[in-house]
């Protein structure tokens, strides 16, 4: 007789069914942690290149040499963004493990993807460092720097479509199609918004709303055109956002949820023109990007059900 056969029909079938509900609470907690953590992660990792840190600790993976390097504010930025960095892969590698001892369906794929790619952003964090990457010159540097947090982008929302696909009630016709456009267009817009970051465009048009006093300026270079594609892209989603909440108003119709992307990407549009007011102002500048990741998540979190259809492993265990 087939030994699973033999298990599910023996006494030890509840032991077995609590052991796997646990361990699937569990794989639950730690895909919630590793969002949290990469979160955190992208926002500390704002901070750092902000305060101009990126390159405090000249070598890796440890700093001067040591795990407790001379206290100096920057160095300590570096530091605390790397320790970070470790705890998050740890976490991450620690979910992935979870998976495939729980689950079979496509969380665990999207969480194995998650640490494939974390992977590949550790090699590519110490090759920044190794190769000197910030001293490069164009679009290679621009390219090699982006490319981490392009990772660190792709890695939090594919643990929040994990996440979702993991939770129970949540079916693939409750939620609207249009937060899969939305979400669409911010992610393209957050990958432009990385752009304008690392490829220094941030004060390429220095005024606001107009740009060097024109509504549509000649663009000169590189700099000026992908912070006007940014600035037209917040736009579009604006308009998107605000005409999406009339109709939920109107219509009665999962206000909550609107009113909510309206609020976050008001609030990222107003922090991204203070960056320009205040000619680079830090504060905002952590904001924009915290809010810029917050709203992104916020929408993959909203499409998730639709995106994944909900294809789970969950009930073949219940
Ligand atoms: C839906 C609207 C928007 C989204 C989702 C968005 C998202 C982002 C993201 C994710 C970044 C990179 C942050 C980082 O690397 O930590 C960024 C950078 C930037 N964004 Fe936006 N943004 C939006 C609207 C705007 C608007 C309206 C402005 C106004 C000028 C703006 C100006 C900037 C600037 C100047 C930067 C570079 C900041 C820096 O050097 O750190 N953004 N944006």
């Not at 970070?84 to 590698?93: A, D, E, R, V």
Request: charged share 10%.
């Amino acid at each position: 007789m087939c030994p699973l056969y033999f298990l599910i029909n023996s006494r030890l079938a509840p032991a077995l069914l609590a052991t796997l509900n646990l361990a699937f609470d569990m794989l639950r907690i730690f895909i919630g942690l590793s969002i949290a953590f990469t979160y955190t992660l992208m926002v500390m990792g704002n901070v750092v290149t902000t305060t101009g840190s990126g390159l405090a600790c000249p070598d890796w993976p440890l700093c001067y040499g040591t795990v407790i390097p001379p206290f100096e504010l920057q160095i300590w930025f570096e530091w605390s963004h790397r320790l970070l960095g470790g705890t998050t892969g740890i976490l991450i590698l620690s979910t992935t493990i979870i998976a495939w001892l729980t689950v079979r369906g496509l969380e665990r794929t999207l969480i194995t993807t998650a640490l494939g790619l974390l992977g590949l952003g550790a090699v590519f964090g110490g090759v920044i460092v190794l190769i000197e990457a910030p001293l490069l010159e164009g679009a290679l540097h621009v390219g090699i720097i982006s490319f981490h947090i392009v990772l660190s982008t792709i890695i939090f929302t594919l643990m929040i479509f994990a996440f979702r696909v993991t939770q129970k009630g949540v079916e693939y016709s409750s939620e609207e199609r249009t937060y899969v456009y939305l979400f669409a267009i911010v992610f393209i817009q957050v990958i432009i918004g990385i752009f304008v970051r690392y490829g220094q465009a941030s004060l390429a048009c220095p005024d606001f709303p107009l740009c060097r006093g024109e509504i549509l300026p000649t663009l000169i270079d590189g700099k000026v055109a992908i912070h006007v594609i940014h600035r037209a892209m917040a736009l579009l989603i604006f308009t998107l956002v605000t005409g999406y909440m009339i109709f939920a108003i109107k219509a009665k119709y999962n206000v909550r949820n609107a009113v909510i992307t309206f609020i976050l990407v008001l609030l990222q549009a107003t922090f991204g023109a203070n960056i320009v007011w205040s000619g680079m102002f830090l504060p905002y500048i952590v904001l924009h990007g915290a809010t810029g990741f917050l709203t992104l998540g916020w929408l993959a979190y909203r499409s998730a059900p639709i995106i994944t259809r909900k294809q789970t492993s969950f009930p073949s265990y219940m």
